[in-house]
């Protein structure tokens, strides 16, 4: 059984020490992820390594994984949706440090001597969620979603009302 995550952590002293957490933990303790799922009974796989790099660079590599319930923005059905992330992160202290960092970090601002390792682990998962959750191509439940991806030519022709454009092609000719 995986072991409780602290709330916060000392980075520094974590990378020193090349401390590993991993384990569970439950999306109800993500408020803002919370908001974006169907379902918040679930929980998120995590692992998180602390190392210093070059004996200067902090890093926290690792993933985050979780199986999520979100809304189909074709038929607002309920979808399952994996979302894995593979962490990269180099702590800076400030934004000059950042754009120095090699493109394969991402960078996370230090700005107090402790982080909460719920934060990043959230921070994560949201930036891996699909912008715009849709099922896939015939999986939706709604008819009116069927119709809706219906190309346009199938629509045309379908009224014999005269074109209120049609007043335009003849002040042209003149």
Known sequence: MP???PDFVDPRRMADLEKVFSGCAAIVDLPRLAEVVLDADGGVELRLVFNR????RISITGFVRANLILECQRCLSPMA??????????????AEEAERLPEHY????????RIRLLD???DELLLSLPQVPRHKEGECCSAVSQKAVQPAADFKGSDNRPNPFAVL??????
Do not use: T, W, Y
Not at 53 to 56: M, P, S
Not at 81 to 89: F, K, P, T
Not at 106 to 113: I, K, M, N, Q, V
């Open 3 to 5: 072991s409780r995550l």
């Open 53 to 56: 790099e070059g004996g200067k």
């Open 81 to 94: 949706a994996s979302v894995e992330s593979q962490l990269n992160i180099a702590l800076v202290n400030s």
């Open 106 to 113: 991402d960078p996370l601002l230090l700005d107090e001597p």
């Open 120 to 122: 990043i682990v959230e």
């Open 169 to 174: 092609s003849e002040l042209k000719q003149r």
